[in-house]
Protein backbone atom coordinates (compact mmCIF):
# COMPACT_ATOMS: atom_id res chain seq x y z
CA UNK A 1 0.00 0.00 0.00
CA UNK A 2 1.11 3.45 -0.80
CA UNK A 3 -0.04 6.72 -0.46
CA UNK A 4 1.58 9.32 -2.41
CA UNK A 5 1.25 13.29 -2.39
CA UNK A 6 1.62 16.13 -4.16
CA UNK A 7 4.45 18.16 -3.28
CA UNK A 8 4.63 21.59 -1.34
CA UNK A 9 2.70 24.49 -1.66
CA UNK A 10 3.04 28.46 -0.92
CA UNK A 11 0.18 30.56 -1.15
CA UNK A 12 -0.33 34.36 -0.51
CA UNK A 13 -3.67 34.61 2.10
CA UNK A 14 -6.99 34.19 0.63
CA UNK A 15 -5.74 31.98 -2.07
CA UNK A 16 -7.28 28.11 -2.21
CA UNK A 17 -4.59 25.35 -2.23
CA UNK A 18 -5.36 21.48 -3.50
CA UNK A 19 -3.00 18.93 -2.39
CA UNK A 20 -3.22 15.46 -3.92
CA UNK A 21 -2.48 11.84 -2.61
CA UNK A 22 -2.57 9.02 -5.04
CA UNK A 23 -3.42 5.51 -3.39
CA UNK A 24 -1.62 2.01 -4.89
CA UNK A 25 -1.90 -1.41 -3.37
CA UNK A 26 -5.07 -2.18 -2.62
CA UNK A 27 -8.67 -1.34 -3.90
CA UNK A 28 -9.02 2.50 -3.61
CA UNK A 29 -13.21 2.42 -3.06
CA UNK A 30 -12.50 -0.38 0.12
CA UNK A 31 -11.49 2.24 2.70
CA UNK A 32 -11.79 5.85 3.71
CA UNK A 33 -9.28 8.40 3.45
CA UNK A 34 -8.81 10.75 6.07
CA UNK A 35 -7.24 13.81 6.20
CA UNK A 36 -5.26 15.85 9.13
CA UNK A 37 -2.84 18.26 9.62
CA UNK A 38 0.43 19.29 11.72
CA UNK A 39 0.73 22.75 12.30
CA UNK A 40 4.23 23.82 13.42
CA UNK A 41 4.52 22.93 16.81
CA UNK A 42 1.67 21.46 17.04
CA UNK A 43 -0.07 17.89 17.50
CA UNK A 44 -2.02 16.31 14.75
CA UNK A 45 -5.61 17.72 13.73
CA UNK A 46 -7.92 15.41 12.11
CA UNK A 47 -9.77 17.66 8.97
CA UNK A 48 -12.07 14.81 7.65
CA UNK A 49 -12.54 12.04 5.63
CA UNK A 50 -13.99 11.20 2.50
CA UNK A 51 -15.23 7.49 1.17
CA UNK A 52 -14.10 6.85 -2.45
CA UNK A 53 -16.40 4.82 -3.10
CA UNK A 54 -19.59 6.95 -2.87
CA UNK A 55 -17.86 10.25 -2.37
CA UNK A 56 -19.89 10.83 0.78
CA UNK A 57 -17.79 13.27 3.34
CA UNK A 58 -17.52 13.95 7.09
CA UNK A 59 -15.85 17.45 7.78
CA UNK A 60 -14.48 17.78 11.43
CA UNK A 61 -16.36 21.30 12.65
CA UNK A 62 -13.60 23.73 12.44
CA UNK A 63 -12.96 23.10 8.81
CA UNK A 64 -16.52 22.60 7.64
CA UNK A 65 -16.97 25.19 4.74
CA UNK A 66 -13.59 26.36 4.21
CA UNK A 67 -12.35 22.18 3.24
CA UNK A 68 -13.27 20.13 0.40
CA UNK A 69 -13.03 16.56 -0.28
CA UNK A 70 -12.91 15.02 -3.47
CA UNK A 71 -11.84 11.51 -4.73
CA UNK A 72 -11.44 10.20 -8.42
CA UNK A 73 -11.55 6.65 -8.68
CA UNK A 74 -10.62 6.81 -12.27
CA UNK A 75 -6.93 7.33 -11.12
CA UNK A 76 -7.68 6.38 -7.64
CA UNK A 77 -6.32 9.70 -6.02
CA UNK A 78 -8.29 11.59 -3.06
CA UNK A 79 -7.94 15.98 -2.81
CA UNK A 80 -8.21 18.21 -0.25
CA UNK A 81 -9.11 21.64 -0.99
CA UNK A 82 -8.71 24.25 1.49
CA UNK A 83 -9.76 27.70 0.61
CA UNK A 84 -9.45 31.35 1.99
CA UNK A 85 -5.89 30.15 3.38
CA UNK A 86 -4.60 32.14 6.31
CA UNK A 87 -1.97 32.17 8.57
CA UNK A 88 -2.45 29.52 10.70
CA UNK A 89 -3.40 27.22 7.96
CA UNK A 90 0.74 26.68 7.55
CA UNK A 91 0.92 22.96 8.07
CA UNK A 92 1.88 19.91 6.55
CA UNK A 93 -0.85 18.02 5.77
CA UNK A 94 -1.20 13.95 5.25
CA UNK A 95 -3.77 11.51 4.11
CA UNK A 96 -4.20 8.45 5.49
CA UNK A 97 -6.25 5.33 5.17
CA UNK A 98 -6.69 2.37 8.26
CA UNK A 99 -7.18 -1.01 6.51
CA UNK A 100 -8.07 -3.64 9.19
CA UNK A 101 -5.32 -3.50 11.48
CA UNK A 102 -2.79 -1.35 9.54
CA UNK A 103 -2.72 2.57 8.92
CA UNK A 104 -1.43 3.42 5.87
CA UNK A 105 0.03 7.22 5.56
CA UNK A 106 1.14 9.89 3.07
CA UNK A 107 4.60 11.49 3.31
CA UNK A 108 2.81 14.82 3.90
CA UNK A 109 2.72 17.80 1.72
CA UNK A 110 4.08 21.28 3.56
CA UNK A 111 1.57 23.92 2.87
CA UNK A 112 2.57 27.69 3.71
CA UNK A 113 0.84 30.57 3.30
CA UNK A 114 2.64 33.63 3.55
CA UNK A 115 2.49 36.96 1.99
Known amino acids: VQLVQSGAELRNPGASVKVSCKAS????????IDWVRQAPGQGLEWMGR????????QYAPKFQGRVTFSADTSTSTAYVELSSLRSEDTAVYYC?????????WGQGTQVTVSS
Open 96 to 104: GSSQDEHDY
Open 50 to 57: IDPEDGET
Open 25 to 32: GYTFTSYY
